[in-house]
């Protein structure tokens, strides 16, 4: 997707009718292809934008960057799921000032969790201290994004995240996770 700091032609064309794609999984590339199509829609004036989003998730780290980059977006932003927004895009979705879904989506909210963890880091206690404090952290930032965003308590975003909780798109305009469904 991502090469040499340029969007391909198909971006660039969406991009032209202020639509942005977060497809596939959520890595480095995907972090590079938003703030691209970002800072050229703000060249444009901030123009209202629609988030096109079907994902399995990835990076917490990274997705938790897409977030920011969307809420610091001046102009109106609105997500439209399609299939499915499971993990770190469901966090994203959390970004957009209107969230919607089609009716025969899904979005799933669960734990953080790292496959970086290597035998070396397992092997020693103060390295694997400090990467389960990492996560945590990465963890907390997610509940308190959840919490503000679906109005329930952070007891409720807990159990609901312990769950792995997959919701089709009733579930999840009832729990807060969208507006509306499409």
């Not at 809420?71 to 919607?100: D, M, N, W």
């Not at 790292?114 to 963890?139: F, G, H, N, P, W």
């Not at 308190?144 to 409720?156: P, Q």
């Amino acid at each position: 997707m991502w090469k040499n700091d340029a969007l391909d032609d198909v971006q660039k064309d969406l991009l032209n009718h202020n639509i942005i794609v977060i497809g596939g999984d959520i890595d480095d590339d995907t972090a590079f292809y938003v703030r691209e199509s970002l800072i050229r829609l703000m060249g444009k004036g901030s123009p209202a934008v629609k988030i096109l989003i079907t994902s399995l998730g990835g990076l917490a780290s990274v997705g938790l960057d897409i977030y920011d980059m969307l809420t610091i977006y001046p102009g109106e932003t609105t997500a439209v799921v399609h299939a499915f927004a499971y993990s770190t895009a469901a966090v994203i979705l959390q970004a957009c000032k209107k969230r919607t879904a089609a009716r025969h989506s899904k979005i799933l909210i669960h734990h953080v969790s790292s496959s970086e963890v290597s035998l070396d880091i397992l092997r020693d206690s103060k390295r694997t201290a400090k990467e389960r404090e990492e996560l945590e952290k990465m963890q907390a930032r997610i509940y308190k994004i959840l919490c503000e965003k679906t109005k329930l308590s952070m007891a409720k975003i807990k159990k609901e995240c312990a769950r792995d909780r997959a919701m089709d798109a009733e579930e999840a305009l009832k729990f807060g996770l969208i507006d509306e469904i499409i």
